[in-house]
């Protein structure tokens, strides 16, 4: 599992989003074991990454699962941490069975 976060440098809420995330996942003790990406917008290649996903808001965050599908799609917001912390359980809980 990985989340990447579209964003720009300097956005309030972009850097809010990647340090909510990492707080999540220190808190849940998955930084090691879940990945965090930022792609700046403000770059040609960011732009292009974005356009290919579709991301029209900064920020926008993507969750994917490890085998690379889509779990979940925040635009425009940061995610909110239940939302998050949903998500990392049903993981963890995954991974048990």
Do not use: N
């Amino acid at each position: 599992m990985r989340f990447e976060v579209f964003g720009k440098t300097p956005c309030g809420k972009c850097e809010g989003t990647k340090s909510k995330i990492t707080h999540v996942l220190k808190k849940a003790a998955l930084a090691d074991r879940v990945g965090l990406s930022f792609v700046d917008m403000g770059t040609v290649q960011g732009m292009a990454e974005g356009a290919f996903y579709d991301v029209r808001q900064v920020p926008t965050t993507l969750l994917w699962s490890d085998e690379g599908e889509p779990i979940a799609r925040w635009e425009g917001c940061v995610p909110p941490s239940v939302e998050i912390q949903a998500f990392l359980a049903e993981a963890r809980q995954a991974s048990l069975a």
